[in-house]
């Protein structure tokens, strides 16, 4: 017990409550606004038979890591700027890809309003695993005589660059039959941008790595269940799965730059990741 409590101690901030009940919060509007939907789903279970075979434990899953992922080390001011960023961008990708038809929704919406909520609270998870993969990855190059730079040990420059250009490879193949759109056209400067100003190669590298995990569990519950669908008909494909790696590196830079500009209203200066 001691070491349950020492360790919901250290997890476990005072904003974490307040996250915690926004994110109930969040999912009960969801519900409530669009019960038909729910009220659809939860037709489907037999309740008076074997009901945990109609449960969709994928889903429930999801759902539970990113409850406790997103209530680690909670802050409440730096966490504001990410679900900001998370529903702007959300709503930004949403909106390209059902506008130009790359993928569409079970109810035909271009796009769907309950869909933007499932973006900051993804973004929230991401940011969580990102700085638990960047302090494991520290922690395992350190020696005993002090720490040796990553660099010299692994490049994550050239794991960027592979990266990066493997996937937008992959999106011009992806995108192409909506090469004559302008949204499509603006996607893919904002991608080429972003790919080549970069401002932390590790850092950047890591938050693709987790965008990109965590996007494969989310795109394939939501293909397979045909929540939504891609031109391709794949569950999932490839270029969707990554694509939530791009969106995470997208959303963290625009992080850093609104703390940038926005600095004097509050918010922290940005953090350059960095081991010596």
């Known amino acids: 017990m001691t070491i349950v409590r020492a360790a919901l101690k250290n997890i476990w901030t005072r904003d974490s ?23 659809e789903y939860l037709g489907y279970v037999d309740w008076n038979g074997a009901w945990w075979r109609y449960m969709d434990w994928l889903l429930l899953g999801i759902f539970a890591f990113m409850s406790v992922t997103i209530i680690a080390r909670a802050n409440i001011k730096t966490d504001l700027l990410i679900i900001f960023v998370g529903i702007c961008g959300g709503l930004a990708i949403e909106s390209w890809g059902t506008q ?6 079970y109810t035909n919406e271009r796009p769907p309003l309950w869909i933007i909520p499932a973006w900051p609270i993804a973004s929230l998870s991401i940011d969580r695993i990102t700085r638990v993969l960047n302090l494991l990855i520290t922690k395992g190059l350190k ?22 250009a493997s996937f937008l490879s992959l999106m011009l193949v992806f995108v192409f039959p909506t090469i004559d759109k302008s949204l499509t056209w603006f996607a893919l400067i904002l991608c080429i941008l972003l790919i080549l100003t970069p401002t932390d190669h590790r850092f950047a590298f890591i938050t693709f790595i987790a965008g990109s995990g965590l996007g494969y569990y989310l795109e394939v ?11 391709t008909h794949q569950t999932p ?14 959303f963290w830079r625009a992080g850093l730059m609104l703390k940038m ?16």
């Open 17 to 39: 409550s307040i996250l915690f009940g926004g994110f109930l919060l969040t999912i009960f509007l969801i519900v409530y606004i669009w019960w038909p939907l729910a009220e």
């Open 100 to 105: 130009t038809n790359l993928w569409h929704y």
């Open 143 to 164: 020696y005993t005589n002090g720490v040796k730079k990553i660099s010299n040990v692994v490049n994550f420059k050239t794991l960027y660059w592979i990266t990066s």
């Open 221 to 231: 519950w939501g293909t397979t269940r045909e929540c939504w669908t891609y031109y």
């Open 237 to 250: 494909p490839l270029f969707a799965v990554l694509a939530h790696g791009m969106a995470a590196v997208a």
């Open 261 to 276: 500009f926005w600095g004097r209203f509050g918010f922290s200066k940005p953090q350059q990741f960095s081991v010596k």
